[in-house]
């Protein structure tokens, strides 16, 4: 028998169309799921089984009457719990965040989704207001890897991915201020997509600024195009946000990389120690994409380590996500979380422009490279899950997130559209994910080439942490 859980979005409509099963039938078999691995893996702060039921059975109604809404309808998603949802809190993974109000606001791209008729399975777990790149939060707890839950899932989007690599809801949207899609999809072993800033409104505005997209984590990339479409969608209340796509993502994603010149890096120059199967697998990847037909050169971006620009903007972003708060409320705060707020504190408004300065520098050297590349390509992370609890690998020397995400954080600061893509596996089980980086406003060869390595055997490994 079909599991429904493990369809993706697409495969799920088309059963709809056919008549083989409902809405319901598949809200029923995922919100089942999400009760069966929430106690191992802490995914979701919330699951919401009536509202979702209610949801899948107007989409049921409306399937019977062949009149479908827009391009999701009866999709079951997830929704990290750092963007607005009306119906309930958005307590972003903070102590500091009262319950009580109106919540009677939704974000951009959860509008959207409810425009299309999704069905939303429940609200997933953050780091306290995404800050960092494991999940962990003083209000929820430690959110763990599907594959051993003894690992982290990765963050600040751990708790969407470890819900979509469950079958916990084929789609979910994550954030990305530094790898936070990225992240958490390479150590899960699902399809991440940061894409080009703007090309998803986002509102209310990040307290980091531009460093934040919100963006699709799927079983694959397919299943990621179609969701951007929804939630692409304008919005008026993101000043930034770029004018609304030409046409769907899915035109032209069966394309191939045939002729695409792309730039490997395999560890920027030596400078990034990446442990010897996440390069193994990352250079297999690059190889079949060679075999597919593109054009692959082993080379470096002109990209010197922007980290101590990157630590100015994101440190300056937590000061001010805690501006607000009273000397009580800040012993309530994530230790590590209250670190980087005193830091982010000490910095001045021209150390935060010479950030701007370096941030623009990397802006200009991208743009040339890819003048000659199509797409650079890189290990999504130099390792795989490590410990979860922690914000850095035990013993490893790094003090923050920011020591073993080196492949994530410079494309923040560029606002190029970036994949994570499963490509195989470690000794030991875990994922290993590829990082495909676009030129700016390249969001269709991103995902194009993506799906080229999905229609070629990616992402074909399954979660063995957690009975099912």
């Not at 209250?338 to 950030?355: F, I, P, Q, T």
């Amino acid at each position: 028998m079909t599991d429904l859980c493990d369809l993706t979005a697409r495969q799920l409509l088309a059963d709809y169309r056919k008549g083989t099963f409902t809405p319901v039938d598949a809200a029923r078999a995922v919100l089942h799921r999400a009760e069966v691995v929430q106690p191992g893996v802490n995914a979701f702060v919330r699951i919401e089984s009536a509202a979702a039921l209610e949801q899948a059975e107007a989409s049921a109604a409306r399937w019977r009457a062949n009149e479908p809404r827009g391009l999701l309808d009866g999709v079951p998603v997830t929704v990290k719990d750092i963007l607005l949802m009306r119906g309930g809190p958005t307590l972003r993974g903070s102590r500091t965040v009262p319950p009580g109000g109106k919540w009677d606001e939704d974000a951009p791209s959860v509008a959207r989704l409810r425009e299309h008729g999704a069905v939303f399975v429940g609200r997933t777990t953050t780091p306290e207001f995404g800050w960092k790149g494991v999940t962990d939060s003083p209000r929820h707890g430690v959110t763990r890897n599907p594959y051993d839950t003894s690992r982290t899932s990765g963050g600040s989007s751990g708790g969407t991915a470890a819900a979509v690599a469950l079958g916990a809801g084929p789609l979910g949207l994550g954030t990305d201020g530094g790898g936070s899609v990225r992240i958490p999809a390479s150590f899960c072993g699902i399809f991440g997509l940061k894409p080009t800033y703007g090309r998803v409104p986002l509102y209310p505005a990040s307290a980091f600024g531009t460093l934040a997209h919100v963006g699709p984590m799927t079983r694959d990339a397919a299943d990621a195009a179609l969701l951007m479409d929804v939630i692409s969608g304008p919005d008026p209340r993101d000043w930034s946000q770029l004018a609304p796509p030409a046409g769907s993502l899915l035109t032209g994603l069966d394309g191939g990389v045939k002729g695409l010149r792309i730039a490997y890096s395999p560890s920027f120059g030596g400078r990034v120690a990446v442990g010897p199967e996440v390069a193994a697998a990352t250079r297999q990847a690059v190889s079949r994409l060679a075999e597919l037909g593109a054009y692959v050169e082993e080379t470096d971006p002109d990209l010197p380590d922007p980290v101590a620009a990157f630590h100015t903007l994101w440190f300056s972003g937590a000061a001010r996500v805690a501006e607000h708060l009273s000397s009580e409320q800040r012993e309530l705060l994530d230790p590590g979380l209250r670190e980087v707020v005193a830091e982010g504190e000490r910095y001045s408004a021209l150390d935060y422009l010479a950030a701007v300065d370096v941030r623009m520098e990397l802006g200009r050297r991208m743009g040339l490279f890819h003048q000659r590349y199509d797409l650079l390509v890189t290990p999504t992370l130099p390792l795989t899950a490590f410990e979860a609890g922690l914000e850095a690998p035990r013993d490893s020397g790094h003090r923050r997130w920011t020591g073993w995400t080196p492949f994530t954080y410079p494309f923040n600061l560029t606002q190029q559209p970036a994949a994570s893509v499963p490509c195989g596996t470690d000794g030991a089980g875990l994922p290993v994910g590829v990082q495909l980086v676009g030129a700016r406003h390249a969001d269709a060869v991103v995902l194009r080439a993506a799906h080229a390595l999905y229609e070629a055997g990616a992402g074909l490994t399954r979660p063995a942490g957690i009975r099912l």
